[in-house]
């Protein structure tokens, strides 16, 4: 039962043993199927194969029951020893994975945040939803914070860094083109709701650093990074525009790995349809580039919905090794849904395989992996292996416990509050007026929480001055160079 990177990583039984050549785990793949067919565990088996051969995993966790993966499982599950009886195995080992525990919001992990400029323009105006004027607004704003030195850290530099944009548009209207402060009363109206569903938790610093998605432990494991996703996952724009910053830095910020015997890291995409809704011609295309960029960066990206029409075309050519599991067939879409799946996979001619989609048991699937000449093999009928882990969530207890022993633990809990954008723009104003400073960007703070605007020892001036160096040394300059998806290039921090 040992899984090896030259051997492969069984992960499903049939008439033979099915294998994910290690080799072969960056082109992508596809988990998909009903709810209720067994998904999560297909997710779950391969999480931890992958990390018993070192290779570090992200995947979020939109049901909070991914968490077993910290413990090993038992065979006090019946289930669990009743399948392995079936499929002939007698050498099993149940073992717990090395995990880290993340959360946007800070409740059930590690908290992870970015900062505005991280972010960048393109996703911050798909998370917003705003249309094109708004858009191009928004870009214009960036462009005019780019060029200043003002560093966008969280929200309350953003909604400043507007209104001064929006105050002085006529000042800026030959450079970066008009700004109604209609526009502008559009956008900050977004980044209040998206501040009431917890974008005020996201957006600031500490900020997440990607290479601590990269951590093997002693015995060489690689380490699980779960995302606590169920409460995210109410804010499905947040959620998958979150996710996407990820992938976009990681294509960014690694360097080229070219053939690797096994990834670097392989990144688990859940509720994948919500990445594809909506989004508009201009992002569908980075997405793909981003997708079929990152693999030589040795990443390797596996989606996981219910349909595989939620994928559009050209992403889903690109998925190479292929788990499906039961699909329905009551009205004409999931027809449709169940003839598309069928026409993806390598025929098998001794399977109707059209038939099998909507004939599988829970746990059972159509596996097709990447064969070592990076063809897909044949499709076969086959039943994944339970896991080595627990199945099903870990106790509130345990999962503190673990949290309080990670090796991050400490170092993204207290968050920061740098001087940025906020801050020089209420000096700027302060500095105009013998009062104190007024408008929305002073008044998102009370005033126990602002700082004094200068020492004692500084003139306004010089502050200003001392201040602007600072962004200007945190930005590299005023030639900020964004990448595929807009976000900041790496090595940034």
């Known amino acids: ?222 380490y699980v990074n779960i995302l606590a996703a169920d409460k995210l996952l109410q804010s499905p724009l947040l959620y998958s525009t979150f996710l996407l910053w990820l992938l976009s830095e990681l294509y960014e910020q690694l360097p080229e790995a070219g053939d690797l015997e096994k990834p670097k890291l392989v990144f688990f995409f859940d509720e994948a349809h919500l990445l594809f809704d909506d989004a508009p011609k201009a992002l569908l295309d980075r997405i793909e580039l981003v997708v079929r960029l990152v693999r030589s960066k040795g990443v390797g990206v596996f989606f996981i919905s219910q349909n595989p029409l939620d994928v559009p075309d050209v992403v889903l050519g690109q998925l190479g090794n292929r788990i499906q599991h039961a699909l329905r067939a009551f009205t004409p879409r999931d027809q449709k849904a169940v003839k598309s799946a069928a026409t993806t996979f390598r025929p098998n001619p001794a399977l109707d395989v059209t038939k099998a989609i909507t004939e599988l048991q829970v746990g059972e699937a159509l596996v097709s992996m990447l064969e070592a000449n990076g063809n897909p093999a044949i499709v076969q009928r086959a039943f994944i292996l339970p896991p080595f882990s627990q199945i099903g969530p870990i106790t509130p207890q345990a999962r503190q416990q673990l949290i309080a022993a990670s090796p991050f633990y400490g170092k993204y809990e207290k968050p920061m509050d740098r001087d940025s954008a906020y801050e020089v723009l209420s000096r700027r104003v302060a500095a105009k007026s013998p009062g104190p400073a007024h408008g929305p960007a002073a008044e998102q703070r009370s005033p126990a929480a602002r700082r004094p605007a200068t020492r004692k020892s500084d003139s306004v001036e010089t502050a200003l001055i001392k201040s602007a160096g600072r962004a200007a040394a945190s930005t590299l300059g005023r030639e900020i160079t964004r990448g595929i998806l807009g976000t900041l290039f790496g090595g940034r921090r």
């Not at 669990?80 to 717990?96: E, N, P, S, W």
């Not at 409740?107 to 249309?131: K, Q």
């Not at 860094?161 to 800026?172: S, T």
């Not at 008009?178 to 998206?194: C, D, E, K, M, W």
């Open 1 to 222: 039962m040992a899984d090896t990177v030259s051997t492969g990583l069984f992960i499903a039984k049939s008439d033979s043993n099915v294998y994910l050549l290690p080799k072969m785990a960056n082109r992508h793949g596809m988990i998909a199927g009903a709810t209720g067919t067994g998904k999560t565990v297909s997710l779950q088996v391969m999480a931890e194969r992958l990390s018993r051969i070192g290779v570090p995993v992200f995947m979020a966790d939109v049901k909070t029951d991914l968490s077993g993966i910290s413990q090993p499982g038992s065979a006090a599950n019946a289930r669990v020893m009743d399948r392995l009886k079936m499929l002939g195995i007698t050498d099993y080992q149940f073992a717990g994975c090395p995990t880290t525990f993340w959360d946007v919001f800070g409740e059930m992990g590690h908290p992870v945040r970015a900062t505005i400029s991280d972010m960048g323009p393109l996703l911050l105006a798909r998370l917003l939803g705003l249309n094109d004027t708004q858009a191009g607004v928004l870009n214009a704003t960036f462009k005019i914070a780019d060029d200043n030195g003002l560093l966008l850290l969280d929200l309350k530099d953003l909604r400043a860094m507007l209104q001064h944009v929006g105050d002085n548009a006529k000042e800026y209207k030959t450079q970066y083109g008009n700004v109604s402060t209609a526009t502008v009363g559009a956008i900050q109206r977004q980044l209040l709701v998206l501040e009431q569903q917890g974008g005020d938790r996201f957006f600031g610093e500490p900020a997440f650093d990607i290479g601590d998605m990269f951590k093997v432990d002693a015995a060489g494991h690689g």
